[in-house]
């Protein structure tokens, strides 16, 4: 069955997306699918978005800011902290339909 796609649409300079789509495209990092997102797994998620330079340092700062539980992964529950923080410093709208 093949996963139906669409064009991201850009405004004002953001890509937008449902939050839906923004779990799909997370998930394609999730190496060992254990359902979790380490460091590793982010930082390739920012490199394959465009973020530059750093992506480890900045996949750090990003655990750090949105991982309620402390242990050093983003899961399902922390997935709506990730959105907000993509929304707000990486050119990124989330769409919540």
Do not use: H, P, Q
């Not at 991201?8 to 997102?37: A, C, H, P, Q």
Request: charged share 40%; net charge positive; aromatic share 10%.
């Amino acid at each position: 069955m093949a996963i139906k796609t669409r064009t991201y649409s850009v405004v004002d300079g953001k890509r937008e997306m449902t939050i839906d789509e923004f779990k799909r495209w997370l998930k394609k990092f999730d190496d060992d699918k254990d359902g979790r997102i380490s460091r590793d797994e982010l930082a390739a998620a920012i490199r394959v978005s465009r973020g530059g330079w750093f992506t480890r340092r900045k996949s750090k700062c990003i655990i750090r800011s949105v991982d309620a539980n402390r242990n050093g992964f983003i899961d399902d529950n922390e997935i709506k902290n990730l959105a907000e923080f993509a929304e707000k410093y990486l050119n990124v709208k989330i769409l919540y339909l």
